[in-house]
């Protein structure tokens, strides 16, 4: 089984920066994708970014690029989501998603595991 583990969440006022690690446990990730997505309080899932985690490419959800930046460090199967410049629109609980599928995707159909979450709430 696969296990992933959020941390990193919390308060921060506007303006502030956090970020967000996700450690994965249990099989081995040579070539998966992974992912972070948000859930806002009455409001659907939304993509925030995507990485692939042999290769290093990336894409983002168009209300984060410029702002955020998704990284992984292989040996430690670990991703993170930087977050600059937040705003209170950024409030909403983080999830981290892991994919068998080979390349970028931003779709929540295509994430096989999912972590716990972690919240994120932005002052403003």
């Known amino acids: 089984q696969v296990q992933l583990v959020e941390s990193g969440g919390g308060l921060v006022q506007a303006g502030g920066s956090l970020r967000l690690s996700c450690e994965a446990s249990?099989?081995?990730?040579?070539?998966?994708?992974m992912g972070w997505f948000r859930q806002a309080p009455g409001k659907e899932r939304e993509f925030v970014a995507t990485?692939?985690?042999?290769?290093?490419?990336?894409n983002y959800g168009d209300s984060v690029k410029g702002r955020f930046t998704i990284s992984r460090a292989y040996r430690a199967n670990t991703m993170y989501l930087q977050m600059n410049s937040l705003t209170a629109e950024d409030t909403a609980v983080y999830y981290c998603?892991?994919?068998?599928?080979?390349?970028?995707?931003?779709?929540?159909?295509?994430?096989?595991?999912w972590g716990q979450g972690t919240q994120v709430t932005v002052s403003s």
């Open positions: 998603a892991a994919s068998w599928r080979v390349g970028l995707t931003d779709r929540e159909d295509d994430y096989t595991y």
């Open positions: 249990g099989r081995t990730f040579g070539s998966v994708t």
């Open positions: 990485i692939t985690w042999s290769g290093g490419s990336t």
